[in-house]
């Protein structure tokens, strides 16, 4: 059953970074990158700051772009809010790289269950997680039950 009590306000900060396109897939997928800080006050002002993904973020999202040619994809680092973990502190902090959350939508994903597409994402990251991938979250959705999701959200 669904629920009829307004999303909360992570959940709606959350869909309100993830808009798709009007356009029909196009043959490069909407990227969205965690925000920039904000530019400083001091030396340098009005300049924003840059991240620049790490190794581990960028082979994530080659992988899933090869694979699922999203209409929507995005990758975060979230491996910063983990890293006073007992597990994390003992790998001095990890690589930086440990934790991410991911949003895709993908008609690759039509009549499969979440747990099919969660199967197939954490088979296509192996590798990362045998080198040090720690945790990966993540929303798998077609076109079609975003669309349905962004309406309730509305």
Known sequence: MLSTRPPSLLKRLWLSTLRPTAEPLAARPRIMSAPAAPA???AGAGRAAIRIPGPVETAIQSKLIEAF???LIRVSNDSSKHAHHAAMRAQGGG???THFAVAIV???FKGQTQIAR????NGLLKDEFDAGLHALSLRL???EEWEREEAQAA
């Open 40 to 42: 400083s006050t001091e």
């Open 69 to 71: 040619k999203p209409q």
């Open 95 to 97: 690589n930086g790289e």
């Open 106 to 108: 993908s008609e690759a």
């Open 118 to 121: 969660h199967r197939k994402v």
């Open 141 to 143: 959705k077609t076109p």
